[in-house]
């Protein structure tokens, strides 16, 4: 059974920081590529960074310089670390292999909310 559990959300200011984690279980966690995903409300989920098994990311470009994806795979688990938020990225965030097939595993995701 697969399981991605999210964590570390929360409501900040503009400017602050969080660091979401995601614990995984279920699947060959080592060997996979892993993104992070977010939802707002209204929008499409879409793929904001990714890391390869070795270390190797990538970032959409409005998220860059901000956000810094990592894992640890002895933990079987993925980090976001957020800097600098932004209230458009208040989303509901999600970790998954990158890329998706068909349903995919989605877990509940963990809420991020920036406000002043």
């Known amino acids: 059974q697969v399981q991605l559990v999210e964590s570390g959300g929360g409501s900040v200011q503009p400017g602050g920081s969080l660091r979401l984690s995601c614990a995984a279980s279920g699947i060959d966690f080592s060997l996979s590529v892993m993104g992070w995903y977010r939802q707002a409300p209204g929008k499409q989920r879409e793929l904001i960074a990714s890391i390869t098994s070795h270390g190797t990311t990538g970032y959409i470009d409005s998220v860059k310089g901000r956000f810094t994806i990592s894992r640890d795979n002895a933990k079987k688990t993925l980090y976001l670390q957020m800097s600098s938020l932004k209230p458009e990225d208040t989303a509901i965030y999600y970790c998954?292999?990158?890329?998706?097939?068909?349903?995919?595993?989605w877990g509940q995701g963990t809420q991020v909310t920036v406000s002043s």
């Open positions: 998954h292999p990158n890329p998706p097939r068909g349903p995919g595993y």
